[in-house]
């Protein structure tokens, strides 16, 4: 396990009198010092700056005497706590203020109203064009409506609300035609309300222009340098990414400035609680855009500090989304570019996108960044996608993000992450290292079965072996002991690896059924007439213990009333008795027995090709192998021998779709060999690991049902000599 080390920035390194930064995940928390209580660091502006250019304006030099003595603690640490930035919410969101009779309000308001607060407040209600200074806290105001600006005649539609504390406003315009409304914080998280905003922006503004310093932007002070070089970020990347900061009444928030062709087209903040807010009515682009200018390859990460960890591991040609990662993937389908408001950024930067040929989503790790991934390949080409891999902390954690990477791994560690980016998987187009995991099972036989569980029958040993997942076909004519066979390779598989089976036998009864189970399991009759040939039957005790066996490894599946089972009925049911019940194998015995109903258009031979896939997508889904059942059709010229698989009666895809296909046949002629004499011909095998074509013999024991191997009669070895 990887040691984090303890993060905790002075304010100004070089000041004994500063505050400290306590670093805690990646937030960081002002207290007071023990040596300067009640004291902490104003940064002056950068108007006596002398840089030339405005990307070089961001800097002062690390010096003490532009730490200026502030306020006590006690007055602004409330605001550190709050949100910051604004939203917008219907009106309702927010709550209308009571009197509480016998109170002096004017006493009381004039202790509620937060002057920094609502001063930032106005200053929002400023940029949307809402005169705020015209309503004072805890009143409503009637104003000119920046939106409709009042109609014809100009009439003040707009209705204006100030809470109590000044920390909110609201407005509505009563204007049928406009109905503009709204409402915004002075501390709030921006990331819930886009959506809104946007389609307020929409109606009412267009995008403003902004500069340096009418955003009041100035250079980064000591302390937010000394806070960036704690993760990582050197002064010259800062400088080059043009990151400033902001200060607002006590507030000092990190300023990510936004630009194209280098001209700064929106402002994004961060103050210490890691709260965000953005300028309103900016033009919507990536955080870097001027570095994917041209560029074939591009990186998009989650967030601005990603985007600054990108470049300290080399790689510039990398972009943040402005507005963080969704909760989840949109269940919807792609709203169309005017519709897509959440990802107006990825319009507005079409032009860049659209050149890369190559595009590596390194968001974050976790759930929403995964989804971010998700909605951008949506957007941008799942086909010109990559996507990373974040390396590992410790046994149950990946390190997040980019600077998470950068921080605790270094600039190598991150720059392997982009370098080993993998393709964006693409639904249904897999590489054979999608499976690696599965392969190794397979090779080291860990799962189980990999290469099949022996029928109990040695002669059958090299020619088949059941796996789970297929599909054997088995047939032969009428009374040649198919559903005996089946049954008794079932009591096999049971008693030797615990298998337990559903039965769709429609011809059996269940008494019968039972009977002919139990015959096998126990090896005596059930009954003492005349196929028992005076053996014993098995006693009570026997059957009592029969029965507990029985219902402990079969499930039926039985059409009660007089209907035919359709393949889906049959198949649902058997999913659920491998839910329930752990079944590791299906007998549906035998197909002409199933409801064969089909539209008028598909013919018979489409009808088995479809019923056998779903067949093998439910063997294949829950590892389960199916026996199924059919017969030849009618053998005009039979002269006595075993049936072909081509001769099942309905399609020739029964021996072309199954795994294995099995033809049982028995001797009935006492020149040819013993009457008992049971042929198990294996006519297809598709996986050589389990078996091949070839025959075995068995011997049927009329009496308990029982097959045994059998050695090959001297006239039948002769035969095929
Ligand atoms: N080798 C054998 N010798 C003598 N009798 C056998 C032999 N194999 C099966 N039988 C008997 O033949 C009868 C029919 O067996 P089973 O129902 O298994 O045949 P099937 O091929 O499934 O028949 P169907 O085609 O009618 O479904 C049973 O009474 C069974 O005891």
Redesign the pocket.
């Known amino acids: 396990m990887l040691l984090l080390p303890q993060r905790k920035l002075f304010l100004s390194p070089n000041s004994s009198s500063s505050r400290i930064i306590f670093m805690g995940s990646k937030n960081f928390l002002l207290s007071k010092s023990s040596t300067t209580p009640h004291e902490h660091i104003r940064l002056p502006h950068c108007c006596s700056c002398s840089c030339s250019s405005s990307r070089n304006q961001f800097f002062h030099s690390n010096n003490r005497k532009n730490l200026i003595r502030f306020a006590p603690l006690k007055h602004f640490s409330p605001l550190y706590q709050r949100a910051s930035g604004y939203s917008y919410r219907p009106h309702a969101a927010l709550p209308i203020p009571r009197p509480i009779p016998g109170v002096n309000f004017e006493s009381l308001e004039r202790q509620l109203v937060d002057q920094n607060q609502l001063m930032i407040l106005r200053q929002k209600l400023q940029e949307i064009g809402i005169d705020g200074d015209a309503c004072m806290p805890g009143q409503y105001s009637g104003l000119i409506c920046p939106s409709c600006k009042g109609g014809n005649s100009g009439e003040k539609s707009l209705s204006l609300y100030i809470t109590e504390d000044g920390g909110a406003a609201m407005w509505t315009c009563f204007r049928a035609k406009c109905g503009w409304k709204g409402s915004t914080r002075a501390f709030a998280d921006v990331k819930s309300t886009f959506a809104r905003m946007s389609k307020i922006t929409k109606i009412k503004q267009s995008t403003r222009v902004i500069t340096e310093e009418s955003l009041g932007l100035e250079p980064l002070c000591n302390e937010l340098l000394a806070y960036f070089a704690e993760r990582m970020i050197s002064g010259e990347t800062l400088r080059r990414n043009a990151v400033m900061q902001k200060r607002t009444g006590d507030q000092i928030a990190i300023a990510f400035t936004y630009r194209r062709n280098d001209e700064l087209v929106g402002c994004k903040y961060r103050d210490i609680t890691k709260k965000f807010w953005q300028e309103a009515n900016t033009e919507k682009i990536f955080y870097g855009l001027d570095d994917i200018n041209d560029a074939s390859d591009i990186i998009i990460v989650e967030g601005e500090i990603d985007k600054l960890a990108m470049e300290e591991a080399g790689f510039k040609n990398c972009v943040s989304v402005p507005d963080g990662a969704p909760p989840k993937v949109s269940d919807k389908a792609l709203p169309s570019e005017e519709e897509d408001t959440k990802y107006q950024y990825l319009w507005n930067c079409k032009d860049y996108t659209s050149k890369a040929s190559r595009i590596i989503l390194a968001t974050d790790g976790d759930p929403p960044g995964q989804a971010l991934a998700e909605e951008l390949a949506r957007r941008l080409g799942r086909e010109r996608c990559w996507r990373v891999k974040w390396p590992r902390k410790n046994d149950t954690e990946s390190f997040k993000d980019a600077n998470e990477v950068l921080m605790y791994m270094g600039p190598d560690a991150l720059r392997e992450v982009i370098e080993n980016a993998e393709l964006y998987p693409i639904r249904g187009l897999f590489n054979f290292k999608d499976y690696f995991g599965e392969i190794d099972d397979y090779y080291h036989q860990s799962l189980g079965f990999e290469l099949g569980v022996s029928t109990g029958w040695s002669c059958l040993n090299e020619l088949y072996n059941v796996v789970p997942g297929e599909l054997t076909i088995v047939t032969?004519?009428?009374?040649?002991?198919?559903?005996?066979?089946i049954d008794a390779l079932l009591c096999n598989l049971n008693r030797n690896v615990g298998w337990k089976f559903a039965l769709c036998s429609m011809?059996n009864k269940v008494r019968e059924h039972a009977r002919k189970l139990l015959e096998k399991h126990i090896k005596k009759p059930f009954f003492d007439v005349r196929y028992g040939e005076s053996v014993e039957r098995m006693s009570i005790e026997e059957l009592e213990q029969g029965k507990k066996w029985l219902s402990d490894s079969f499930s039926l599946i039985r059409c009660e009333d007089d209907c035919l089972p359709s393949i889906n009925w049959v198949l649902d049911l058997a999913r659920i008795a491998v839910l329930r019940h752990g079944v590791n194998g299906l007998v549906i015995?035998?197909y002409n027995e199933l409801d064969h109903q089909r539209p008028p258009n598909q013919t018979e031979t489409e009808y088995v090709s479809q019923m056998l896939t779903k067949i093998k997508r439910f063997a294949q889904h829950h590892g389960c192998h199916v026996w199924f059942?059919a017969?030849p059709r009618q053998l005009h010229n039979w002269i006595g021998g075993p049936p072909n698989l081509y001769d099942i009666s309905g399609s020739a895809h029964f021996i072309n779709k199954c795994d294995n296909g099995i033809v049982?046949h028995?001797?009935r002629d006492p020149d040819a060999g013993p009457?008992?004499?049971?042929q198990v011909c294996i006519r297809k095998v598709r996986n050589k690991v389990i078996g091949t074509i070839g025959e075995a013999y068995l011997s049927?024991n009329?009496v308990t049902?029982e097959y045994m191997d059998a050695s090959v009669p001297d006239q039948i070895k002769k035969r095929r000599i």
């Open positions: 032969g004519v009428p009374n040649s002991g198919k559903s005996e066979w011809e015995d035998p059942v017969h049982i028995r001797n009457i008992d004499l049971v049927y009329r049902g």
